[in-house]
């Protein structure tokens, strides 16, 4: 089984200033992606940005940027010039990459809510 | 493309009485999963249906089932209500089973009274 540890429940920052998210993960896989999704005050969940396990290379989407250091399970997730509208709760997620036939599914992690203070 | 779908977006149901949540995922999406949330279990996964077929269920008592139609649509029911299954219903879809990005609907929000 896996699990997914976000450390920090909640996170202030101001306005473009930069915040980064921890996540910590436990796994057997080798094979695996990594998520992570903000739920803003409208509850829509919404992917930020992705990681293969395989990749050795961090992913990147605009400004938000991760740190993934697979051997140190940990995933952390760098918001840059931070804006207003990134206040959510952000949620980190581990996905295996099973089997076809073994079936595969979401580990969430607790959740940290973000603030953005004007 | 039209995002994931659900309805009804708020219920309000009885103790002992039943739902039935629906799903439509994103044209072309084949597959699609259930999620609850709530404050003190974070969200856990309910199951995933592809091609008609339960193809994975997480730790739910046997009151929680659905189904998927041949348009991929997929209904979740609820029956026999406690309050503990008051929550948010998130449904996802995904384009494949080889494909790991999932898209999240807007949940619907049932509260048990």
């Known amino acids: 089984a896996q699990t997914v540890t976000q450390s920090q429940p909640e996170m202030s920052v101001q306005e473009a200033e930069t915040v980064t998210l921890s996540c910590t993960y436990d796994?057997?896989?080798?094979?695996?992606?990594l998520f992570w999704y903000k739920q803003p005050p409208s509850r829509q969940m919404i992917l930020v940005i992705r990681?293969?396990?395989?990749?050795?290379q961090n992913a990147t989407e605009n400004r938000f940027s991760v740190n993934f250091q697979k051997a140190a399970k940990s995933f952390s997730l760098k918001i840059s010039d931070s804006q207003l509208g990134d206040t959510a709760m952000y949620f980190c997620?581990?996905?295996?990459?099973?089997?076809?036939?073994?079936?595969?599914?979401?580990?969430f992690g607790e959740g940290t809510q973000l603030t953005v203070n004007p | 493309k039209a995002g994931v779908t659900q309805t009804p977006r708020y219920l309000i149901k009885t103790r002992g009485q039943q739902v039935t949540l629906s799903c439509s995922p994103i044209s072309g999406h084949r597959s699609v999963s259930w999620y609850q949330q709530t404050p003190g279990q974070g969200l856990q996964f309910l199951f995933e249906y592809f091609s008609e077929t339960q193809r994975n269920k997480g730790n739910f008592p046997g009151r929680f089932s659905g189904r998927q139609f041949s348009n991929s649509r997929s209904e979740m029911n609820v029956s026999t209500l406690e309050l503990g299954d008051s929550a948010l219903y998130l449904c996802a879809s995904r384009e494949s089973r080889d494909n790991y990005e999932q898209y999240f609907g807007p949940g619907t929000r049932l509260t048990v009274t």
């Open positions: 990681q293969e396990a395989y990749k050795q």
């Open positions: 997620a581990f996905w295996p990459r099973l089997k076809e036939t073994s079936g595969s599914r979401l580990t």
């Open positions: 796994t057997s896989e080798s094979n695996y992606y």
